[in-house]
T-cell receptor, first 112, second 117 residues
Framework: LAKTTQPISMDSYEGQEVNITCSHNNIATNDYITWYQQFPSQGPRFIIQGYKTKVTNEVASLFIPADRKSSTLSLPRVSLSDTAVYYCLVGEGLSSGDKLTFGTGTRLAVRP | GAVVSQHPSWVICKSGTSVKIECRSLDFQATTMFWYRQFPKQSLMLMATSNEGSKATYEQGVEKDKFLINHASLTLSTLTVTSAHPEDSSFYIC?????????????FGQGTRLTVV
C-alpha cells in the first residue's frame, strides 16, 4: 500500500471552503484514493473515492492531478458539524479481503 | 452501503476478566471482517483480519492468544479480549468491505469503547 502524508491539523471557519491535500508519491497504477471522515467515538465513514481527475458527490469533491502523486479533498462551505478527522487512504482494494491501512489523518477544527 | 453494528457500544470491566465484542454485518454477507484498535488522538491500527470459517490473520505485534477472533458466520465476527488489563483500554472498531461504484468501499461499525479498571 502506498504511504500517505497529510497535515496533522487544520483550522477553518464556518462557511469557508476547506481543502485538505494528501501526498502519495508511491501510488501504484491500480491504486484508488479514498477519503474517510471520523467523528469522536464513532467509526470512520466513507466520503469519496477517485482514480484520476475530479470526482464530486453531495458531500465533497476530490481533485487528483495527472501524476496522481497527490490528491485534494475539498469541503465546500464547512459547518461546525464538519469538525472531524479526515483520512486519506491509497490502495488497490479490489478485493473485499484487502486490508485498509490508516495514516495519521487530518484533524479539522471548524470554528464559528 | 453495508450496515455494520457493534455490541456493546461501551463496556467497563475489571482487570483480569475477559470481554467479548460482537460485530454484525446487518445487510451484507461478509466473508472478511477487519478489527481495528484506536487509542485517544491516534489513528486506527489494524489488529487482525477475520475470515469466515477459518483462522484470523493477525498483524505483527498483536497477540492472537489475547485477542481471540471468531468468525463463525457470514454476518458475525467476535473479538474477545482475554485477561484484560488497563493498557487494553481502547476504542475497538470493526469493518467490512463491499463493492462500490468504482472500487470496494469499507463500512465501519460504531465502535466499542473498552475501559479496563
Amino acid at each position: 500500500l502506498a504511504k500517505t502524508t497529510q497535515p496533522i491539523s487544520m483550522d477553518s471557519y464556518e462557511g469557508q471552503e476547506v481543502n485538505i491535500t494528501c501526498s502519495h508519491n508511491n501510488i501504484a497504477t491500480n491504486d484508488y484514493i479514498t477519503w474517510y471522515q471520523q467523528f469522536p467515538s464513532q467509526g470512520p465513514r466513507f466520503i469519496i473515492q477517485g482514480y484520476k481527475t475530479k470526482v464530486t458527490n453531495e458531500v465533497a469533491s476530490l481533485f487528483i492531478p495527472a501524476d496522481r502523486k497527490s490528491s485534494t479533498l475539498s469541503l465546500p462551505r464547512v459547518s461546525l458539524s464538519d469538525t472531524a478527522v479526515y483520512y486519506c487512504l491509497v490502495g488497490e482494494g479490489l478485493s473485499s479481503g484487502d486490508k485498509l491501512t490508516f495514516g495519521t489523518g487530518t484533524r479539522l477544527a471548524v470554528r464559528p | 452501503g453495508a450496515v455494520v453494528s457493534q455490541h456493546p457500544s461501551w463496556v467497563i470491566c475489571k482487570s483480569g476478566t475477559s470481554v467479548k465484542i460482537e460485530c454484525r454485518s446487518l445487510d451484507f454477507q461478509a466473508t472478511t471482517m477487519f478489527w481495528y484498535r484506536q487509542f485517544p488522538k491516534q489513528s486506527l491500527m489494524l489488529m487482525a483480519t477475520s475470515n469466515e470459517g477459518s483462522k484470523a490473520t493477525y498483524e505483527q505485534g498483536v497477540e492472537k492468544d489475547k485477542f481471540l477472533i471468531n468468525h463463525a458466520s457470514l454476518t458475525l465476527s467476535t473479538l474477545t479480549v482475554t485477561s484484560a488489563h488497563p493498557e487494553d483500554s481502547s476504542f475497538y472498531i470493526c469493518s467490512v468491505k463491499e463493492q462500490g461504484f468504482l472500487n470496494t468501499e469499507a463500512f465501519f461499525g460504531q465502535g466499542t469503547r473498552l475501559t479496563v479498571v
